[in-house]
């Protein structure tokens, strides 16, 4: 059974930065692919990015292009998520997500493996 544990939320000002990880524990598997999902209160889980197995391919939704990058370490089997010029409507409990295979995907159902998620407050 594979763990991920998400990590590094917190309150930040609009304009400010913050930096989650998410640290894959247990029975890992090679290659995997993992993505970020968000969950904002009264709202449905969304796509926030993804990265294949060996970071070369990224994909983000739009409404955080150009502000979010996802990284990966695959020695420390950590996948990040470097957030800049947080937004207000940037606030939710953020996902890790994991599956079997070397392609990443934007689709909830496609992942396998889920973190416990960890809140992100962006005050205005």
Same mark, same amino acid.
């Given at each position: /059974?594979?763990?991920?544990?998400?990590?590094? &939320? *917190?309150?930040?000002?609009?304009? &400010?930065?913050?930096?989650?990880?998410?640290?894959?524990?247990?029975?890992?598997?090679?290659?995997?692919?993992?993505?970020?999902?968000? /969950?904002?209160?009264?709202?449905?889980?969304?796509?926030?990015?993804?990265?294949?197995?060996? *970071?070369?391919?990224?994909?983000?939704?739009?409404?955080?292009?150009?502000?979010?990058?996802?990284?990966?370490?695959?020695?420390?089997?950590?996948?990040? =998520?470097?957030?800049?010029?947080?937004?207000?409507?940037?606030?939710?409990?953020?996902?890790?997500?994991?599956?079997?295979?070397?392609?990443?995907?934007?689709? =909830?159902?496609?992942?396998?493996?889920?973190?416990?998620?960890? /809140?992100?407050?962006?005050?205005?």
């Amino acid at each position: /059974q594979v763990q991920l544990v998400e990590s590094g &939320g *917190g309150l930040v000002q609009a304009g &400010g930065s913050l930096r989650l990880s998410c640290a894959a524990s247990g029975r890992t598997f090679s290659p995997y692919a993992v993505a970020w999902f968000r /969950q904002a209160p009264g709202k449905e889980r969304e796509f926030v990015a993804a990265i294949n197995w060996s *970071g070369g391919s990224t994909g983000y939704a739009d409404s955080v292009k150009g502000r979010f990058t996802i990284s990966r370490d695959n020695a420390k089997n950590t996948v990040y =998520l470097q957030m800049n010029s947080l937004k207000p409507e940037d606030t939710a409990v953020y996902y890790c997500a994991a599956r079997p295979g070397y392609y990443g995907s934007s689709s =909830l159902t496609d992942y396998d493996y889920w973190g416990q998620g960890t /809140q992100v407050t962006v005050s205005s």
